[in-house]
Every structure is written in C-alpha cells, then in structure tokens.
C-alpha cells in the first residue's frame, strides 16, 4: 500500500447498506440520501440539455458560465459579496472533488488543518490525501444541541496550521456555528494568516427559524475564505454530481489547475440542470420544512434516549456508550433486531465516534419514522 493510503479506511455506508440489502421493513438510515425530488426546472432543463450538441462536450474546463454567473448571484444572495464569474469561481464534479482539488492547492506535505470532531470522515481522509495533518476540535454535545469549543480550536493551532476546514450545518452531527463562534474563527483567521475552507453543501437546510450565517459575510474572510458548494443537499440534485469553489482568483487560479488535471469537467447536461436549479430558490424552504418534521419525528420518538439534537442538515447522532455497546455493535444490533440500518461512525473524528451511530432523517417519512421507538426498544429494551 502506497503512503499516502496508510491509515485511511474505506466507509461503512456501504457494508450496512449491502447487510440492509432490499427488505422492504428495513428503515432505511443508513446513507445520506432524501426521497424529495429535485426541483422541476432542473428535471425538464436536463432533458432537455441531452439533445444539445453544445453539451456533449469537454469545454469549458471550468464549468459554463451561465452556471458560473448563477453561483455567483447565490454567494451574493448569501454573502454580501460579488465574485467573479471569470476568475473566482470553477464548476466541480460535486462538492467533494472541489474540496480535494481545494486541499491540495493549499497544502504541501505535513501542514496541518483543523476540523472539527466528529466531521464528515470525507473531509479527514481528503486532508490526508493531499498529505495534510488533520487536527481535530471536539464539538460539545450539550442539552440544546452541538456547540463548539472555540478556546479548543485556538489552543489546536500551531506554526503549521494552514487552515481551519468546517461545514454547518456539519456532517453528521447537525451541528450549526452560530455568530459569536464564526467571529471567533474569523479573528483566528486573520491573525494566524490562515485559509477558511467551508464545506456550505448544507449551509441553507437550517432549523427553528434558524438564520442563515455566511462567514464570508466576516470583516477578513472575504479574501481568506475557500467555499465549496454544491446542489446534492439543497436542492435533492445527488445525482447529478455538481458542485463549485468559490474563491479569491490567486488561490481559484490553482484550485482550477488541479481541477483540470483530476476530472477536466463535470458533464455539461448535469450543468444545464443545476444552472435552472439555482434560479428555483424558494424551492429550499418547503423542503427544509419536509426535513424538520422528519427530525421532530425522530426526536420525539427517541425521547429519552441519547440523542443530541441537530439544528440542520440530514442526519443526527445517537451515543451508543449508554447503551452499554459500541457503534458498530450498536448498527449490527439495530439491524438485526429493529430492522433499522444505521451507520457507525468510526474514523469520523477520534475515539468518543466509537460510540456514535448516524441516523439520517431525510430519505423516511413521518409515518415510518414513527415506527423507530419500538424498533430501538426491540433491539435494546425499554428506556
């Protein structure tokens, strides 16, 4: 095995996923997907883009331009900030591969990054991909929800840290940083000279009347902020595998060269689509609105059990320690004997996601997440 490879394991989505197999009992919470459609602009605008010879095409490398200007109008709308369309923005094949692409344009090898614990384990193993040293930050698991040790995050950087990486609402906890904590990053990014990378994929899938926070909108991140977006989450696009950074042009320049050199170009139909999808925005709230009753529904189902509340985003975490199990035991138990897939969350922070299962509200419906206490009761006992 290669070293780079060395320590990095594959994902268990997958293996509980296959286990779950298609029995139609099974309660299906295990992989971040969502039943809801995608907007109906995008549907009819990527059928359309199929017959379009200016489609079936490589160029432009860095995505079309009507896309480019769209995502521009939307960091706006979020932000405050114009970017430009030319030199500040490049269209990814999804959010992931611009967050690589971000990451090896940004570190040489051993510079460290700081993220949060738990994350998304797709943001760890691409900082150990691109050779980076992630550094993690524990999130507080308090009565109201996730919050983050910001004297923790100060004390985790160092002469080495390159950048601070974060999502909110973050996977997979739904944690969401509220103002006083991105003013904290803010400060920690203009006096360490650091880059904030910001996985935004969730950014507007925000609970109880929860405002909107866009940490480029901060005095210093404007030209120190990487924002990698995409359409899988807001806008139920996972298919279309679409994604963009958005980034001051010395930095977007290299971003875009190792873009060219990793996929070239997301395919243009898939383009077409997301450029209607973005001009659909009221869209979002009727689905955030979808989402949150699916959340209410588990929450209410789980009362009692430990579960730490998100404010956002797909998914929640329960802490199996209680339970007297660890994770994997937690999803091999829950599987069998509740007919609930979940995912363990080894390898998505350090060792307390031993103990934490990922349930994902977003692909279920009410009346079948209705159906969760007596599975989690069959399979531990009664609470």
Known sequence: MVRRLQGIPGFSIDRVAAAAGDDPDVLRLENLDTDLRPPQAAIEATRRAIELDEDNSYLPFNGRL????????QILRRSGHDY??????VITCGGTEGILDALLAMLDP??????????YAGMIQRVRLAEGVPRLVSLLALPGGWRLDVDALEAATGP??????????SMPSGAVFQAEEWNAMARLCVRRNLWLLYNAAMEAILFDDLRLFHPASLPGLRERAIIVGSVSKEYRMIG???????APAPILAD????HIYNVVSPTGIAQRGVTAALEAEPEIAASVSEWQRRRDAVLSQLDGWPVIPPQGGWSLLVDTAPLG????TASRMLLEKGKVAATPMKHWGGPKTDYLIRLVFSNE??????TLRERFESTFGPR
């Open 66 to 73: 009507d896309l480019r200007r769209a995502v521009a109008r």
């Open 84 to 89: 430009d369309p030319e030199t500040e923005i």
């Open 160 to 169: 080495h840290t390159r950048a601070l990486f974060l999502m909110s609402p």
């Open 255 to 258: 971003i875009a060269r190792v």
């Open 365 to 370: 419906t009410v009346a079948r997440l209705s």
């Open 110 to 119: 051993g510079d460290e990054v700081v993220l949060t614990d738990p994350t």
């Open 325 to 328: 199990v660890d994770a994997e």
């Open 240 to 246: 279309w595998r679409v994604g963009w950074v958005v």
